[in-house]
């Protein structure tokens, strides 16, 4: 089989200076406010420093996956913002983490869309809720955006109703003004293609659209799936990432009923082969750093990363979050699972365990803690 090893490149060097961004304006003020000219992102082949991946935004501070949580990432000083997609019933790709809405909208609460609610068989698991392909962009446009935790960031429901659900070819636009990278991630690829809404097309047509038809280009494309992303290889040069969870298996390989889990693409011989489709390679953050399983401390890192790296891979961790409940048990602060522990230690234990980026719902802590781990490196 023919390597995509060729397109990725060596870890990040983190001795040398920042990337920069230019913020202006106090965070939570400047991210209400229009758009600002960014510059042109960086090619992500070409970073030198590690990046911080604004995961669905700045979702600690707003509500996921609208575009005021996408310029608050970028205020915050993150180099990426990411939208999970799914697509509309005429097939347009939004911005949500899941194609059932009910826990990120108002849509529970419209009446005119009350017989939308269903159940469907999503991967082999039945959901109930209102789901966004059986719903026009048009209709999509009436809903407004809800806090995703509310009893985890009671503050952020202040941000209710506020915000609509943004289109992909709309977030291009916002990275493009703002000089950032952006890292799609396509959604429940066997499913869609399963309903003949697939996402692959519509998702390159849109970078095409966008400009971004180069390995050099300002965006990573992610799958927790690996078929999708082999068919992406073949579609387009933009650097590609395998997300790999704790647990489990592609959906793909299930639905195929192949035995491959997300354990074997962590071993050496896997890890070779996702090198054949990909150029990063995403692993949840346990992955890197196991906990212990009386104390729930992390230890050691697992070979994971340089084995990555050694397969031409780089890698990127999800997701660190600020609150307790998120963290091992060696960052949190007190008993209280909402406050924040120390998530600029675990930010800096990630850096030294050698990942070359973070996706992080609070990119401000994440920011803070790289910049001062470089600092202090060179």
Do not use: C
Not at 74 to 79: E, I, P, S, T
């Amino acid at each position: 089989m023919t390597s995509r090893v060729r397109r990725a490149t060596a870890p990040i060097a983190t001795s040398t200076v920042l990337l920069a961004l230019v913020l202006t304006g106090p965070p939570a003020v400047a991210a209400e406010q229009a758009d600002r000219p960014g510059g042109a992102a960086k090619p992500l082949t070409q970073l030198d420093t590690p990046l911080v991946v604004g995961h669905r935004g700045a979702s600690g501070y707003r509500p996921e996956h609208t575009l005021a949580a996408y310029r608050l990432a970028v205020d915050m000083g993150a180099d990426v913002i990411e939208p999970d997609l799914v697509p509309t019933k005429d097939g347009v790709l939004v911005a949500r983490h899941e194609n059932e809405i009910s826990g990120t909208t108002d849509v529970a609460d419209r009446p005119e869309f009350a017989d939308r609610r269903t159940t469907k068989v999503v991967d082999g698991r039945p959901v109930t809720g209102w789901f966004t392909e059986d719903f026009t962009l048009a209709e999509l446009r009436t809903l407004r955006a809800v806090e995703r935790l509310p009893e985890v960031r009671p503050a952020n429901t202040e941000y209710d109703g506020r915000y609509g659900i943004p289109t992909l070819a709309q977030v291009l636009r916002l990275a493009e003004r703002l000089g950032v990278a952006v890292a799609p991630e396509t959604k429940h690829p066997t499913y869609f293609d399963s309903i003949g809404l697939s996402l692959e097309e519509p998702l390159v047509a849109e970078l095409e659209e966008a400009g971004l038809t180069k390995r050099r280009s300002p965006v990573l494309v992610q799958s927790f799936e690996t078929a999708n992303l082999r068919e992406l290889d073949t579609m387009t040069k933009v650097p590609l990432v395998q997300l790999v969870s704790g647990s489990g298996a592609p959906y793909d390989a299930v639905a195929a009923g192949e035995p491959t889990t997300y354990a074997d693409l962590v071993t050496p011989a896997g890890l070779a082969e996702v090198a054949t489709y990909a150029d990063w390679l995403s692993p949840e953050k346990n992955v890197v750093l196991p906990r212990d399983p009386a104390t729930g401390a992390t230890g050691e890192p697992s070979d994971v990363v340089d084995d990555a790296h050694a397969a031409g891979l780089r890698v990127v961790v999800y997701t660190l979050r600020a609150e307790n409940q998120f963290m091992a048990t060696n960052f949190r602060r007190g008993t209280d699972p909402d406050a924040f522990g120390d998530m600029g230690a675990e930010t800096v234990a990630f850096l030294e365990a050698g990942v070359d980026a973070l996706f992080t719902d609070h990119p401000d802590i994440a920011v803070d803690a790289r910049d001062a781990w470089v600092a202090d490196r060179d």
